[in-house]
């Protein structure tokens, strides 16, 4: 069973900048496909950024330039730092863990682990 507990939420004016941590049991990141999501009041939950141990990196349109997803290994932690907030970026966020397919080189799209969600209030 995959544990995932997120930190690093908080408020924040427009143009600032937040760290997400999501801190996973066991060797997650070698096993799993990692990332983060989004749900905002009243939205749908959206994927925000995808990271499989080699390196690859997926993100949404909206945060690209602006958003980085990265994961430590040894202190089985990943990361998204999120610079120049906008309001819309406010959301919960979710970070997850999807099965690797394919030989590991792709992520099924199940997304079958989940944490608790940290909450990102961007003011303008």
């Known amino acids: 069973q995959v544990q995932l507990v997120e930190s690093g939420g908080g408020s924040v004016q427009s143009g600032g900048s937040l760290r997400l941590s999501c801190a996973a049991s066991?060797?997650?990141?070698?096993?799993?496909?990692m990332g983060w999501f989004r749900q905002a009041p009243g939205k749908e939950r959206e994927g925000v950024a995808t990271?499989?141990?080699?390196?690859?990196?997926t993100y949404t349109n909206s945060v690209k330039g602006r958003f980085t997803i990265s994961q430590d290994g040894a202190k089985n932690t990943l990361y998204l730092q999120m610079n120049n907030l906008k309001p819309e970026d406010t959301a919960m966020y979710f970070c997850?863990?999807?099965?690797?397919?394919?030989?590991?080189?792709?992520?099924?799209?199940?997304?079958?682990?989940w944490g608790q969600g940290t909450q990102v209030t961007v003011s303008s």
């Open positions: 990271i499989i141990n080699d390196g690859r990196t």
């Open positions: 066991g060797d997650t990141y070698r096993r799993y496909c």
């Open positions: 997850a863990a999807d099965y690797r397919v394919a030989g590991g080189s792709y992520c099924s799209g199940s997304w079958p682990f």
